[in-house]
């Protein structure tokens, strides 16, 4: 059974910083690419960052030197780590593995920005 469990959300005043973790089970794991998403209130899910099996990433424009991606091959777990945070990155953010076979998702951990 594939399992992808988010942590680390919570609420933080603006110009703070969290750190994401998703945890991965019931894949193999390195074979996997990853990527943190999020979707706000009556908006669509967006892509934030992303890492491939390989270890390239890429990201938003919107926290494009603000955010980074990286991946623990040997725990299983992809990171994001986010600096600098603004109001507007509130969201619920999902992690999310794909591979040829298909793709899983995380349920998701709430990131609220605010004062």
């Known amino acids: 059974q594939v399992q992808l469990v988010e942590s680390g959300g919570g609420l933080v005043q603006p110009g703070g910083s969290l750190r994401l973790s998703c945890a991965a089970s019931g894949i193999n794991f390195g074979l996997y690419d990853m990527g943190w998403y999020r979707q706000a209130p009556g908006k669509q899910r967006e892509l934030v960052a992303h890492i491939t099996s390989g270890g390239s990433t890429n990201y938003a424009d919107s926290v494009k030197g603000r955010f980074t991606i990286s991946r623990d091959n040997a725990k299983n777990t992809v990171y994001l780590q986010m600096n600098s945070l603004k109001p507007e990155d509130t969201a619920v953010y999902y992690c999310?593995?794909?591979?040829?076979?298909?793709?899983?998702w995380g349920q998701g951990t709430q990131v609220t920005v605010s004062s």
């Open positions: 999310k593995a794909s591979w040829i076979h298909g793709d899983f």
